[in-house]
């Protein structure tokens, strides 16, 4: 398929999470990716109860994480990174009311056991599986996993040049540099890998050393952060005198 002159070269149609603001409820659909957002809207409106004139589109990875807007109504789905398991969250501007919809607690639930449900030849698990798609293809998760493996040991290695107390510049893509002292190496419970924790010399941070309820290190608010440790390199950075600044 061509958007623009531009080729996109995928596999035709993509399994997405639906969720909206009229309701608790996520369901799975299948749609072609060659759908301009546009009738990919008109669809939808079958499926969530929005007038496809009132959407917003937002994307979301498996992982739940923001990626885009869907604003552009002439654009193919396919020229978006839309991928087998992402959320697409509709938002309705029509004012409507979902309310009456989200107390399920007195709905009869219809329930499927484990073993029933991966003996269906219909289901998108099974689809999937078929066409070994997402965690069902073994070789994309054989590399998956040798690329995050590899990446993990990296930062294993980077660990050993840092040592709590040190003086030290942090460099993250997309952020300013950042000078203050290493608090914590080593591992933690939020995120897995390695984590360098810093405080840093201005309050450039997100908390006090604390995260999800564990602390790991003692400062003032906003002044401490945790990064990767490749982003970290130990020296001789002496905390610039602010005062003398005008």
């Given at each position: 398929?061509?958007?623009?002159?531009?080729?996109?070269?995928?596999?035709?149609?993509?399994?997405?999470r639906?969720?909206?603001?009229?309701?608790?409820?996520?369901?799975?659909?299948?749609f072609?990716?060659?759908?301009?957002?546009?009738d990919?809207k008109s669809?939808?409106?079958?499926?969530?109860?929005?007038?496809?004139?009132?959407?917003?589109?937002?994307?979301?990875?498996?992982?739940d994480?923001?990626?885009?807007?869907?604003?552009?109504?002439?654009?193919?789905?396919?020229?978006?990174?839309?991928?087998?398991?992402?959320?697409i969250?509709?938002?309705?501007?029509?004012?409507?009311?979902?309310?009456e919809?989200?107390?399920?607690?007195?709905?009869e639930k219809?329930?499927?056991?484990?073993?029933?449900?991966?003996?269906?030849?219909?289901?998108?698990?099974s689809?999937?599986?078929?066409?070994?798609?997402?965690r069902?293809?073994e070789?994309?998760k054989?590399?998956?996993?040798?690329e995050?493996?590899?990446?993990?040991?990296?930062?294993?290695a980077?660990?050993a040049n840092?040592?709590?107390?040190?003086?030290?510049?942090v460099?993250?893509?997309?952020q300013?540099?950042?000078?203050?002292?290493?608090?914590?190496v080593?591992?933690?419970d939020?995120?897995?890998?390695?984590?360098?924790?810093?405080k840093?010399?201005?309050p450039?941070?997100?908390?006090?050393?604390?995260?999800?309820?564990?602390r790991?290190?003692?400062?003032?608010m906003k002044?401490?952060?945790?990064?990767?440790p490749?982003?970290?390199?130990?020296?001789?950075f002496p905390?610039?005198d602010?005062?003398?600044?005008?």
């Amino acid at each position: 398929m061509e958007n623009n002159g531009i080729q996109i070269i995928s596999n035709p149609a993509v399994d997405v999470r639906l969720t909206s603001t009229l309701t608790q409820f996520e369901s799975r659909k299948r749609f072609n990716r060659g759908l301009t957002i546009a009738d990919f809207k008109s669809r939808l409106e079958l499926v969530v109860g929005v007038p496809a004139t009132c959407m917003d589109l937002e994307l979301y990875s498996g992982l739940d994480k923001f990626l885009v807007k869907l604003s552009d109504d002439d654009a193919l789905l396919g020229s978006y990174p839309v991928d087998d398991d992402c959320r697409i969250h509709v938002i309705d501007r029509s004012g409507g009311q979902g309310a009456e919809f989200g107390n399920v607690a007195e709905v009869e639930k219809y329930e499927i056991s484990e073993d029933a449900y991966a003996k269906r030849g219909e289901s998108v698990r099974s689809f999937m599986k078929k066409n070994k798609f997402g965690r069902f293809n073994e070789e994309e998760k054989a590399k998956k996993d040798e690329e995050s493996k590899a990446a993990e040991e990296k930062e294993e290695a980077a660990c050993a040049n840092i040592s709590v107390g040190s003086r030290c510049q942090v460099r993250v893509v997309g952020q300013p540099t950042k000078l203050g002292m290493v608090m914590y190496v080593g591992t933690t419970d939020f995120k897995p890998g390695y984590w360098v924790g810093v405080k840093y010399d201005e309050p450039l941070g997100k908390h006090d050393g604390t995260v999800s309820g564990k602390r790991y290190f003692e400062c003032e608010m906003k002044y401490g952060g945790f990064v990767r440790p490749t982003s970290v390199t130990c020296g001789d950075f002496p905390e610039e005198d602010y005062l003398d600044e005008m």
